[in-house]
């Protein structure tokens, strides 16, 4: 190989990241290497209903909504079901997103799901769109809006917390921080609030407390605009991990903006000025 073709090669490998080509009911798509199916047909356009999956946290193939058929070419017509947020984008997979197998596959999810919901609306919203008003199942005489997505407990590890797990087995399962008291650990940072997909988590704020898991906050408020943004754990906790004194976060993150904005402007006053 010439040095012009290893120069052009390896530029080429650092410009371009590698790539697969498949196809989503019939629709031609090429993703980067390392892309979930559920990627390729999100771009695509192609919908698959989600319950457990999250951009901002690692796929976790809890609640096998997302399932597709998926072939190829050399298979003679025969297909696997996969979980689509777990399973790999690869060049020639053929996915079906329709067939009668995942219909049913999803139907099924959603009948249990309704069994343990019966009263909450995604789920009820969810299961009607796929052919179903009422469980088949024997319905929870305890209805929870807790669909059991995990998502909750996934992102307090990812922000390495871990104050909540599920606990309890069968229709009692729930999610519950250690023993069912105020979780020792928790931050208040509500990330587990606003992540469930059923708002079934509740908790109160205001300028002074936060109260979520029945553990009760103190509010930092910011210096300048006087709101109050974040709880003291909070503080203690990112200035611990960003290795900062936790005054660094007294101030909001709108003012801080607005400071860095006012910062650069005088710089470049002064720049013009001695120009
Ligand atoms: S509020 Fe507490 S339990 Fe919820 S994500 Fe934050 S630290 Fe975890
Ligand atoms: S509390 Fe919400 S986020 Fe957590 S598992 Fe239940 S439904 Fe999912
Ligand atoms: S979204 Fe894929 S298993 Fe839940």
Redesign the pocket.
Known sequence: MSTRQLTANSRQSTAHPKTVTMTIDGKAVRVSEGASVLDAARQAGVHIPTLCHHEALEAWGGCRLCVVDVTRQGWDGWCKLVVSCMYAAEDGLIVLTDTDRVKLTRKVVLDLLLARCPETPLIQELASRHGIDRTSYQANPEPTDCILCGL?TR??DH?G????STVDRGIGKQVA?PFHQA?P?????????EICPTSC?P?ETSDTRRV??E?SFEMVRCPQCGRAHITQEQARHYAGRGGVPASYFDTCDACKRRQLASTFTKLQVVQGGAR
Request: glycine share 4%; aromatic share 8%; with cysteine.
């Open positions: 909750c992102v307090c922000i917390v871990s104050a909540i921080p979780p650990d928790c931050i208040g940072c509500l990330a587990c609030a988590i908790y979520i898991w553990k």
